[in-house]
């Protein structure tokens, strides 16, 4: 079974920073692409970064564009989020995704994890 865990969601304040983390079992995820997307509170779930399986290739949504970082580990079957000078608009609950497809602006992915609550105050 595939499973994927978030980690690292909290409250911090405007102008600051937040790092996640995604832990993958079930499978070995080192050749398929992973990626972040948020729901924040009233909107559709959207998405926010991928990354290719050997790190070649990263991709943002614009509103994150400069501000956030995606990564991963395969030797450790973990993806990362680094996440600097967020705003109250951040707001979401995010979630880890893994597999399916790709392309410069969207992400189709196979897995979803649970999703980790980031809230940002102003």
């Known amino acids: 079974q595939v499973q994927l865990v978030e980690t690292g969601g909290g409250l911090v304040q405007a102008g600051g920073s937040l790092r996640l983390s995604c832990a993958a079992s079930?499978?070995?995820?080192?050749?398929?692409?992973m990626g972040w997307f948020r729901r924040a509170p009233g909107k559709e779930r959207e998405y926010v970064a991928v990354?290719?399986?050997?790190?070649?290739?990263?991709y943002y949504a614009d509103s994150v564009k400069g501000r956030f970082t995606v990564s991963r580990d395969n030797a450790k079957n973990t993806v990362s989020l680094q996440m600097n000078s967020l705003t109250p608009e951040d707001t979401a609950v995010y979630y880890c995704?893994?597999?399916?497809?790709?392309?410069?602006?969207?992400?189709?992915?196979?897995?979803w994890g649970q999703g980790t609550q980031v809230t940002v105050s102003s």
């Open positions: 990354i290719s399986w050997n790190s070649g290739s990263t």
């Open positions: 995704a893994a597999g399916g497809r790709y392309n410069s602006n969207s992400y189709s992915p196979n897995y």
């Open positions: 079930g499978r070995a995820f080192s050749g398929i692409a």
